[in-house]
């Protein structure tokens, strides 16, 4: 194993939180050595300061979208934490449809957003759930989004092929059998259910490209790697993205108590979720 040396730790740990927000504090040199090692032998570089001079010097981004790749986490299942699926099912989803129906509104448009979609897991597990929930979509317009910083992450999200064992890890057999076709020794979603999710890559530190609101926001367990101040303005600027009484779920071991005052908490049995708070949508400044 090449070693990164603690000049190198700082120069790299200042370029990742640049790349994509990832802090990363003294003890977490193995993570550079671990994740980044296979980069040298890939482009050649000697050290990672010689990777580091190749990344800084790259005409165009392949090599900073594939140290994006190699650095971040995408660990995710199906119905991960059980909980938010169940909000969706038995709350925000009928209440999503009640009033919009109150409104007039046909088809019944249904706009949801993964941001930090990984490798599309969480988004198809609302897909499931809407599926569940609404039998015959005809009559709506469901527009599910996925983004996330990594190709990788996004190219797979879209492909939407799992292993077993990705499949194992919170789907039921049942659900399996319904809404997965076996493929190449896996499990590829039924392209209806594909048809219903766009992925694309997005940096979540950076200005949102144009977009409709939403009526759900998911972003979760991507924020508890950024530092206070990059976690305070992304969720600041995701409620910017709800529509009036749009939600936003995030991470089970989140919270935006203290650091988000113009989103309140809302309970729903075990679950939290955020709404703009109400004098804030009504355009009161406090
Ligand atoms: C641990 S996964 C969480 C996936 C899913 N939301 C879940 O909770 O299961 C974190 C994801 O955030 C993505 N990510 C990290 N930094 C990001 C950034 N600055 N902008 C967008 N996505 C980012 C990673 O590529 C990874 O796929």
Not at 130 to 150: F, P, R, W
Request: hydrophobic content about 40%; proline content about 4%.
């Amino acid at each position: 194993v090449t070693r990164v040396t603690a000049e190198e730790f700082r120069v790299w740990s200042q370029y990742v939180q640049g790349i994509c927000g990832l802090t990363l504090d003294d003890s977490k040199g193995y993570l550079i050595e671990h994740r980044l090692g296979p980069l040298l032998a890939e482009t050649g570089a000697a050290s990672f300061s010689e990777l580091y001079f190749k990344a800084k010097a790259e005409v165009g981004s392949k090599l900073r979208r594939r140290i994006i790749d190699a650095i971040t986490t995408r660990e995710t299942s199906f119905f991960r934490d059980t909980s938010p699926f169940e909000l969706l099912r038995h709350k925000l989803i009928p209440e999503i449809v009640d009033v919009k129906t109150r409104l007039g509104r046909r088809p019944i448009p249904i706009r949801i957003w993964s941001a930090a979609c990984s490798s599309g897991q969480e988004i198809y597990s609302v897909a499931i759930v809407l599926k569940e929930v609404l039998g015959d979509l005809s009559a709506y317009n469901i527009q599910l989004i996925g983004t996330d910083i990594s190709d990788e992450a996004v190219a797979k999200a879209s492909y939407g092929v799992y292993a077993a064992l990705e499949i194992d890890r919170g789907l039921a057999a049942d659900k399996t059998g319904r809404y997965f076709l076996p493929y190449n020794g896996g499990f590829k979603l039924r392209d209806d259910l594909r048809a219903l999710a766009s992925f694309r890559t997005m940096n979540l530190l950076e200005a949102f490209p144009p977009m409709q609101k939403f009526d759900v926001i998911l972003c979760r367990n991507v924020a508890i790697y950024f530092s206070e101040p990059d976690k305070k303005r992304l969720f600041e600027r995701l409620g910017g993205m709800l529509e009036p009484q749009g939600s936003l779920i995030v991470g089970s071991t989140e919270s935006l108590t203290g650091l988000c005052p113009q989103l309140e908490a809302k309970r729903h049995l075990r679950s939290v979720y955020y709404q703009v708070a109400a004098r804030q949508a009504a355009g009161i400044r406090s």
